[in-house]
C-alpha cells in the first residue's frame, strides 16, 4: 500500500508506510518522529497500553505483531530490548516479502545470524545500531545517526524514511558491521566516562573548585583531544606507528607516575587508570617508545 504523493516532481516520492514493533523509550520516539513527519504508521507493543498516546498522534495500533507485520507492505521496523527479545516477538510471524529493519541492539554475531534467519524466511533484512538517545531522535541538529549494514539496497529504497529519526549512515553490507562499529563507538565512550569519573575524582576533595567551570574545561579538552583517533587511524593503515608522532609513548608513560601520585596524594583509587597505564609501559619495555598510541591496539588481540 502506497500513499499520499509529497514529492514536487517525482512520481516515487511517496509517504512510505511504517510498522513498528516495540514501544520503549526509543521506539516511542521513532514513533513520533515518523507521525511528526506524517508517516503512516502501525504499531504493536508486549504491553498495548503505552500505544495509547500515539494513536491520538495519528498511530494505528495491531492487536498482534502477526497483524501489525501483515499490515502494510512497508518495512518492519524493529526496536526490542535485546535479541531474546527480536526472537520472542517474530516467533511464527510470516515475514515473507518483508523488509526487515532491526534497531536492537545486538552483537555482530547476533546480528549476522539475525540476517540469515531472515533469509530463510524470505525477508530482506537491515541491522541498525542507534547512535542517540531518545530525546535527540527526531531533532536531527543533535547530531544523532543511526548505523546500518547488510541489505544496501534496502538501505537505499527506504533511506529517506530512515533519515527521518536520526542521520542514517551505512557502514557495509556485512550485517554485523553496523553492531561492530555500534559497539566500538559506545565502548571508547565508556573509556571516555571511565577518565571523566577519574578526573572528578581527584577534584572531590576540593570543596572550593566549582564543578562546573571544570566540567567546561573537561568537556573542551576532551573534544580537543579527540581527534587523535585520526592520528591512529592513520598509524594503523599505513604500519608505520612513529607517523606524525608529536608526544610518543615514552613521554607520554613517564608522566604516568605523576598522575599515580596525585591520585594518590588526592585519596583517588587509580583502578581506572591503570591497567591503561600497564599497556603502555609494556609497548614501551618491548622497545617502541618512540611510537605513537597505534601500537598498543596489538596488545589487546587474544590470541
Ligand atoms: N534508550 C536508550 O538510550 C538507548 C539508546 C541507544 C539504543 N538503545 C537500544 O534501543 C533498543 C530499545 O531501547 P528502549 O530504550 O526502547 O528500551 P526499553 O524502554 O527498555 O523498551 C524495551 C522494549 O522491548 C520490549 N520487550 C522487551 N522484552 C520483550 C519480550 N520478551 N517480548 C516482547 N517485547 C519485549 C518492551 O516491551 P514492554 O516491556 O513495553 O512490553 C519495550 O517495547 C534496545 O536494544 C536498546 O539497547 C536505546
Given amino acids: 500500500m502506497r500513499t499520499?504523493?509529497?514529492?514536487?516532481d517525482t512520481e516515487t516520492a511517496y509517504e512510505t508506510p511504517v510498522t513498528l514493533l516495540g514501544l520503549g523509550d526509543m521506539g516511542t520516539a521513532l514513533a513520533r518522529a515518523w507521525l511528526a513527519a506524517g508517516r503512516p504508521l502501525t504499531v504493536w507493543n508486549r504491553t498495548p497500553e503505552k500505544a495509547g498516546p500515539l494513536v491520538e498522534e495519528g498511530a494505528r495500533v495491531a492487536a498482534t505483531q502477526a497483524e501489525a507485520v501483515a499490515s502494510t507492505d512497508g518495512p518492519v521496523i524493529l526496536c526490542l530490548l535485546d535479541d531474546a527479545s527480536v526472537d520472542e516477538v517474530l516467533d511464527g510471524v510470516d515475514l515473507n516479502g518483508k523488509d526487515v529493519v532491526n534497531l536492537t541492539t545486538s552483537t555482530p554475531a547476533q546480528a549476522r545470524q539475525r540476517a540469515r534467519w531472515a533469509e530463510k524466511r524470505g525477508a530482506r533484512f537491515l541491522d541498525?545500531?542507534?547512535?542517540?538517545?531518545?530525546?535527540?531522535?527526531?531533532h536531527p541538529e543533535t547530531g544523532g545517526y543511526v548505523l546500518y549494514s547488510g541489505?544496501?539496497?534496502l538501505f537505499e529504497r527506504h533511506r529517506e524514511l530512515l533519515e527521518v529519526?536520526?542521520?542514517?549512515?551505512f557502514v557495509g553490507e556485512d550485517p554485523g558491521h553496523a553492531a561492530l562499529h555500534d559497539i566500538a563507538l559506545l565502548s571508547a565512550m565508556t573509556g571516555m566516562f571511565a577518565g571523566i569519573t577519574h578526573a572528578f575524582a581527584l577534584m572531590d576533595q576540593e570543596k572550593d573548585l566549582d564543578r562546573s567551570r571544570f566540567a567546561a574545561l573537561l568537556a573542551e579538552w576532551l573534544g580537543a583531544m579527540?581527534?587523535?583517533?585520526?592520528g591512529i587511524a592513520a598509524q594503523l593503515a599505513s604500519?608505520?606507528?612513529t607517523e606524525g608522532v608529536t608526544s610518543n609513548l615514552a613521554m607520554m608513560t613517564a608522566a604516568n607516575d605523576t598522575f599515580l601520585v596525585t591520585?594518590?596524594?588526592q585519596s583517588v583509587d587509580p583502578r581506572l587508570l591503570t591497567p591503561y597505564m600497564e599497556l603502555m609501559s609494556r609497548r614501551v619495555a618491548q622497545g617502541h617508545g618512540d611510537e605513537g598510541l597505534a601500537g598498543m591496539v596489538s596488545l589487546l588481540r587474544i590470541e
Fill in 128 to 138: 541498525g545500531g542507534i547512535m542517540a538517545v531518545p530525546p535527540m531522535i527526531g
Fill in 263 to 265: 591520585a594518590e596524594d
Fill in 239 to 241: 604500519g608505520d606507528y
Fill in 4 to 8: 499520499t504523493l509529497i514529492g514536487m
Fill in 165 to 169: 529519526p536520526a542521520g542514517a549512515k
Fill in 151 to 153: 541489505d544496501l539496497a
Fill in 226 to 230: 579527540a581527534g587523535s583517533a585520526h
